[in-house]
């Protein structure tokens, strides 16, 4: 088997997806692009934390983890949520599945939310609603959430609630473990 040889980038081709980039900039979205073709190969919509944690791997991580848990323990996440399994379903009504992994969630969910502040855990709760943490309109959700108007505290306050979730993140074991202990022993 021989490799195919790429044909050669065409002019006119560049300029379509020069023009592309452009138009998808406007809109107000990141564009990453191949510099050997100028081929498009990636697109997404900045948000605060992309500004705000650039430089805090940490950080983005434990966003992104708190996010991956509200969508898991929401049955996001979950094949459960399929419609050829909710059609498939003899237990219960359908749409009423709840799975495992669905419960762990939420307890971890609980777990967390318990040792954070209460502004923090509503301030990030907010943000990772669908298209609130957008560049246009984070500052209006952590002032409504935190009464902030300082746009360098806004920032501050966000960088904070982030490390203090990647502080959280690290011994979310041993705080998932303490809470099960005390139910428990509770009941």
């Known amino acids: 088997m021989s490799r ?20 998808l900039k406007a809109r107000g979205l990141e564009v990453n692009v191949d510099p050997r073709d100028e081929k498009i190969v990636g697109i997404w919509r900045p948000d605060c934390f992309n500004l705000l ?9 434990a966003v992104q983890w708190l996010e991956d848990l509200i969508r898991t323990a929401s049955g996001e996440n979950g094949q459960e949520r399929r419609p050829d399994f909710i059609r498939s379903s003899s237990i219960g009504a359908p749409g009423q599945n709840v799975s495992q992994s669905m419960i762990d969630a939420d307890d971890m ?22 298209d609130e943490a957008l560049l246009t309109r984070w500052r209006d959700v952590v002032q409504r959430c935190t009464g902030e108007t300082n746009p360098q505290a ?33 009941a």
């Open 4 to 23: 195919r040889k790429k044909s050669p980038a065409v002019p006119a081709d560049i300029t379509a997806r020069r023009a592309e980039k452009r138009e």
């Open 53 to 61: 944690l650039k430089n805090s791997p940490a950080e983005a991580a």
């Open 109 to 130: 969910l609980s777990a967390v939310t318990e040792h954070m502040a209460p502004r923090d855990a509503r301030m990030l709760f907010e943000l990772l609603k669908p």
């Open 154 to 186: 806004q920032g501050g306050a966000v960088r904070a609630a982030c490390a203090h979730l990647a502080h959280i993140r690290t011994i979310s074991d041993r705080l998932l473990r303490d809470r099960k202990e005390r139910r428990k022993m509770a």
